[in-house]
């Protein structure tokens, strides 16, 4: 049996993907087939969220290009369209780590052009009272595995590395200054705020 594909995940996998990043990838896969409807909507111009001078981006740093038709959003919807298949499928390929990751990426990129930028809407108080409660025990820089499980271990919350690794490449956390290309460090505190951070958006 080999390990699971997916960056920092050590877990067994009769497949490229092990089980629970099968499952995440599904539900990842569900999400795109549910978000296709409302891209009609963006790429006709129907609504509103896109503000006066942006440039188009992919969806990256704006609402969609300054085209008559949302051309971003129709790229997008081809791409998802193309979805066809279960992500038990997608495991079976030696590239299934990838895949699972452009799946979010082009579904980040269609919920930004349909919402609009994201805006952060932190609860401070929840922040302050987990800073305070592991205050002076958080280590400077862990791997997103050992990140995971101590604060599992410390703070009863669960999260997984694949998550942080996810909230590196959409901006939400920094890698230390220690980190070396194949070994990736974090902040357990900075990893510990982002994720109160989004739990009471």
């Known amino acids: 049996m080999a390990e699971c594909t997916t960056n920092d995940c050590e877990d067994d996998a009769k ?3 092990c089980g629970y990043h099968i499952n995440a990838l599904q539900a990842w896969l569900d999400k795109c087939a549910q978000i296709l409807p409302e891209l009609d909507v963006t790429i006709a111009r129907l609504d509103n969220v896109r503000q006066p001078n942006n440039e188009g981006g992919n969806g990256t740093k ?6 008559p038709a949302n ?9 998802l ?7 038990e499928h997608y495991a079976k390929d030696q590239f299934a780590a ?17 919402s609009g930028p994201e805006e952060d809407s932190p609860n401070p108080w929840a922040i302050a009272n987990a800073r305070e409660k592991l205050a002076d025990h958080f280590p400077e820089s862990m791997t997103p595995r050992e990140c ?6 410390n703070s009863g919350i669960k999260i997984n590395a694949g998550k942080i690794n996810d909230w590196h490449r959409r901006g939400k956390v920094r890698k230390h200054p220690g980190s070396t290309p194949k070994r990736p460090l974090y902040s357990p505190k900075e990893v510990l705020t982002v994720h109160l951070t989004r739990q009471h958006e």
């Open 71 to 79: 051309l971003d959003a129709l790229q997008l919807k081809i791409n």
């Open 148 to 153: 995971a499980k101590w604060l599992r271990e």
């Open 62 to 67: 704006s609402a969609g290009s300054s085209a």
């Open 15 to 17: 497949l490229f993907l």
């Open 98 to 114: 990838g895949i699972a990751w452009t799946v979010q990426d082009w579904y980040t990129k269609a919920e930004l052009l349909i």
């Open 81 to 87: 369209a193309s979805l066809t298949e279960t992500a």
